[in-house]
Structure formats: C-alpha cells, structure tokens
Antibody
C-alpha cells in the first residue's frame, strides 16, 4: 500500500519561502509510471494544482504559480519537496502531496495534507 | 488557461439520483475525473476516464460525457455520499480542477 506523508513548518512569515517534503512509502518515486504532485486547498475553498515532478527530474508547474515554485526530488530518501517563495496570506492552505499516474492522469494516492499558515 | 465550472451545491433526498455537472472547453477533447472529499479528509477518486470506476467504488457512482460537459451521477444517493465533489482534467502538462460541488443528502 502506497503512503504519502507531508512534513514541514506549519507557520511561515510573509515574504519568506514555504518548504514542504513528501515522504513516500510502499512505492518508489523513481517509478516511470507516475508523476509526483503537490496540490493545495485554502481552508473552505477548492483544490489548486501546484505542480509535478517525474523520475527524470522534469517538472511542470501551474502557470499562475510558476515564478515562485520549485519541486525537487531526493530518490535516495524516496522524497520529493516543494518550495514556494515570497509567500503571502493568500498562500495559506492545506498542502497535499499526491501520486499521479502517467496513464490516465489518475491521482490515486494522497497524503493526509498539512496546514500551512502564512502570518507574521 | 482552461477552466472547469461546477454548480456550487446540489441537494437530494436519500434514495434519489444526484447529478453533478462539470463544464469546460477542454472536456471536448480530454477525459474528466471526479473526486469525493469528506470534511477533514483527503480526496478519493470515484470516476476516471469520464465513466470508469476505480475498484472499491460503489456501482451507484457513474459518469457520462456529452461535448463540453461531463456529469457525475449517484443513483440512489445515501447519507454517506454527502461530501464535496470535484472534477478535474489534464491538458498541456497541467491539471485543472473544477471549483467543487457540495452535495447534501437529507
């Protein structure tokens, strides 16, 4: 059974960089069958795709966030990470990591999500 | 950029059929998927490729597609189906989510 677990600070100051890590167990992020994604959800609002990374290290980002987002991987630890720079209160959200299949673009496994609050 | 539009809320009585729509130009050429999200929980995939059900999803969940609109149908909705439902699609190396529909069953 694949499991994903987000970790990182729950409070970030405005203008700083939000950093989160997703640890994957029960499956390898080096698999050629999947992308590894970040998705966020402001409290009480809808889902927003942030971006994804493939085993080759190639990435795709939401155009609205692209200038501030970096997704990277550490295959030795079976982890992938999110950095979002220059955060504002609008970046306050529950952040999820998830597995996205290459075939069919199915998001079949999610982490439980971690709330990140941007506040001074 | 692509947009997907959903009604903000749908309400049915237990045992009735609930229909939730998702509209967007991208759906004319790309598949839609549907998630169920209960409060405080991560989303669960209920439909992919417009009308396929993942294993473990009850048969009362079905999907259909017509042009630029896809529909999630819950036949004989149950109280436990009360949740938020989101559609999404993939195009041009991006994922796009609908705004979500709150389904009330009471």
């Amino acid at each position: 059974q694949v499991q994903l677990q987000e970790s990182g600070p729950g409070l970030v100051k405005p203008s700083q960089t939000l950093s989160l890590t997703c640890t994957v167990s029960g499956g390898s992020i080096s698999s050629s069958n999947y992308y590894w994604s970040w998705i966020r959800q402001p409290v009480g609002k809808g889902l927003e795709w942030i971006g994804r990374i493939y085993t080759s290290g190639s990435t795709n980002y939401n155009p609205s966030l692209k200038s501030r987002v970096t997704i990277s991987e550490d295959t030795s630890k079976n982890q992938f990470s999110l950095k979002l720079s220059s955060v504002t209160a609008a970046d306050t959200a529950v952040y999820y990591c998830a597995r996205l299949s290459i075939v069919g673009a199915m998001i079949d496994y999610w982490g439980q999500g971690t709330l990140v609050i941007v506040s001074s | 950029s692509y947009e997907l539009t959903q009604p903000s809320s749908v309400s049915v009585s237990p045992g009735q059929t609930a229909r939730i729509t998702c509209s967007g130009d991208v759906l004319a050429k790309k598949y839609a998927r549907w998630f169920q999200q209960r409060p405080g929980q991560a989303p669960v995939l209920v439909i992919y490729k417009d009308n396929e059900r993942p294993s473990g999803i009850p048969e009362r969940f079905s999907g259909s597609s017509a042009g630029t609109t896809v529909t999630l149908t819950i036949s004989g909705a149950q109280v436990e189906d009360e949740a938020d439902y989101y559609c999404y699609s993939a195009a041009d190396n991006n994922l796009v989510f609908g705004g979500g529909t709150q389904l009330t069953v009471l």
